[in-house]
Protein backbone atom coordinates (compact mmCIF):
# COMPACT_ATOMS: atom_id res chain seq x y z
CA UNK A 1 0.00 0.00 0.00
CA UNK A 2 0.94 3.71 -0.95
CA UNK A 3 1.72 5.71 1.79
CA UNK A 4 2.65 9.43 1.61
CA UNK A 5 2.82 11.07 5.31
CA UNK A 6 3.23 15.25 5.23
CA UNK A 7 4.78 16.74 8.66
CA UNK A 8 6.32 20.25 9.41
CA UNK A 9 2.94 22.62 8.39
CA UNK A 10 2.03 24.99 10.79
CA UNK A 11 1.68 28.91 11.65
CA UNK A 12 4.55 30.89 11.11
CA UNK A 13 4.95 34.90 10.67
CA UNK A 14 5.98 36.50 7.07
CA UNK A 15 9.30 36.36 6.71
CA UNK A 16 9.50 33.23 7.99
CA UNK A 17 10.39 29.51 7.35
CA UNK A 18 8.96 26.13 7.86
CA UNK A 19 10.78 23.10 6.43
CA UNK A 20 8.19 20.06 5.26
CA UNK A 21 8.38 16.63 4.93
CA UNK A 22 7.27 13.70 3.66
CA UNK A 23 7.71 10.32 4.07
CA UNK A 24 7.26 7.48 1.26
CA UNK A 25 6.30 4.07 1.80
CA UNK A 26 4.79 1.29 -0.50
CA UNK A 27 6.78 2.21 -3.82
CA UNK A 28 10.15 2.49 -5.13
CA UNK A 29 10.89 6.13 -4.07
CA UNK A 30 14.15 6.56 -5.76
CA UNK A 31 12.84 6.26 -9.33
CA UNK A 32 9.59 8.42 -8.55
CA UNK A 33 9.23 12.21 -9.89
CA UNK A 34 8.22 13.69 -6.51
CA UNK A 35 5.38 17.16 -6.23
CA UNK A 36 4.73 19.09 -3.92
CA UNK A 37 1.25 20.59 -4.74
CA UNK A 38 -0.78 23.16 -2.91
CA UNK A 39 -4.55 24.47 -2.44
CA UNK A 40 -5.15 27.95 -0.89
CA UNK A 41 -8.62 28.58 0.41
CA UNK A 42 -11.22 28.71 -2.18
CA UNK A 43 -8.95 27.88 -5.11
CA UNK A 44 -7.48 25.01 -7.04
CA UNK A 45 -4.69 22.54 -6.84
CA UNK A 46 -1.40 24.15 -7.71
CA UNK A 47 2.15 22.68 -8.41
CA UNK A 48 4.68 24.12 -6.07
CA UNK A 49 7.34 22.25 -7.17
CA UNK A 50 8.96 19.08 -8.65
CA UNK A 51 12.19 17.09 -8.15
CA UNK A 52 12.08 14.72 -10.97
CA UNK A 53 14.03 11.14 -10.53
CA UNK A 54 17.27 11.88 -12.35
CA UNK A 55 17.64 15.04 -9.65
CA UNK A 56 16.82 17.92 -11.83
CA UNK A 57 13.83 20.60 -10.18
CA UNK A 58 10.71 22.57 -11.23
CA UNK A 59 9.57 25.94 -8.96
CA UNK A 60 6.76 27.74 -9.27
CA UNK A 61 7.49 31.25 -10.19
CA UNK A 62 6.26 32.84 -7.21
CA UNK A 63 8.26 30.22 -4.80
CA UNK A 64 11.65 30.43 -6.97
CA UNK A 65 14.24 32.15 -4.51
CA UNK A 66 12.29 31.07 -1.90
CA UNK A 67 11.61 27.24 -1.71
CA UNK A 68 13.93 24.65 -2.07
CA UNK A 69 12.98 20.93 -3.00
CA UNK A 70 15.07 17.80 -1.62
CA UNK A 71 14.58 14.24 -1.39
CA UNK A 72 16.72 11.88 0.43
CA UNK A 73 16.42 8.09 -1.20
CA UNK A 74 18.24 7.02 1.55
CA UNK A 75 15.15 7.77 3.95
CA UNK A 76 12.69 7.68 1.47
CA UNK A 77 11.56 11.09 2.41
CA UNK A 78 11.04 14.37 0.40
CA UNK A 79 11.59 17.61 1.79
CA UNK A 80 10.20 21.40 0.86
CA UNK A 81 12.10 24.56 2.57
CA UNK A 82 10.16 27.13 2.54
CA UNK A 83 11.87 30.51 3.42
CA UNK A 84 10.91 34.53 3.43
CA UNK A 85 7.18 33.10 3.52
CA UNK A 86 4.35 35.41 2.58
CA UNK A 87 0.86 35.30 3.21
CA UNK A 88 -0.06 34.23 -0.21
CA UNK A 89 1.46 31.15 0.55
CA UNK A 90 -1.30 30.12 2.99
CA UNK A 91 -2.68 26.58 1.81
CA UNK A 92 -2.68 22.99 2.46
CA UNK A 93 0.10 21.63 0.96
CA UNK A 94 0.29 18.06 -0.45
CA UNK A 95 2.98 16.08 -1.20
CA UNK A 96 1.98 13.88 -4.71
CA UNK A 97 3.96 11.23 -6.18
CA UNK A 98 3.89 10.31 -10.08
CA UNK A 99 1.28 12.95 -10.51
CA UNK A 100 0.38 14.50 -13.48
CA UNK A 101 0.76 18.36 -14.24
CA UNK A 102 0.31 20.72 -16.98
CA UNK A 103 2.30 23.35 -16.38
CA UNK A 104 1.35 24.49 -12.57
CA UNK A 105 -2.48 22.63 -12.57
CA UNK A 106 -1.90 18.88 -11.28
CA UNK A 107 -4.91 16.21 -11.57
CA UNK A 108 -5.78 14.91 -8.07
CA UNK A 109 -7.13 11.78 -9.84
CA UNK A 110 -3.35 10.50 -11.25
CA UNK A 111 -0.48 9.42 -8.88
CA UNK A 112 -0.61 9.22 -5.19
CA UNK A 113 -1.51 11.86 -2.36
CA UNK A 114 -0.82 12.51 0.96
CA UNK A 115 -3.70 13.56 3.24
CA UNK A 116 -2.06 17.08 3.13
CA UNK A 117 -0.72 19.66 5.96
CA UNK A 118 -1.54 22.72 6.84
CA UNK A 119 0.70 25.98 6.34
CA UNK A 120 -0.82 29.38 7.79
CA UNK A 121 1.11 32.69 7.13
CA UNK A 122 -0.59 35.59 9.25
CA UNK A 123 0.73 38.20 11.89
Known amino acids: EVQLVESGGGLVQPGGSLRLSCAAS????????MTWVRQAPGKGLERVST???????YYKDSVKGRFTISRDNSKNTLYLQMNSLKTEDTAVYYC?????????????????WGQGTQVTVSS
Open 96 to 112: AARVYCDGDVCDRDSGY
Open 26 to 33: GFTFSTAD
Open 51 to 57: IYRYGAT
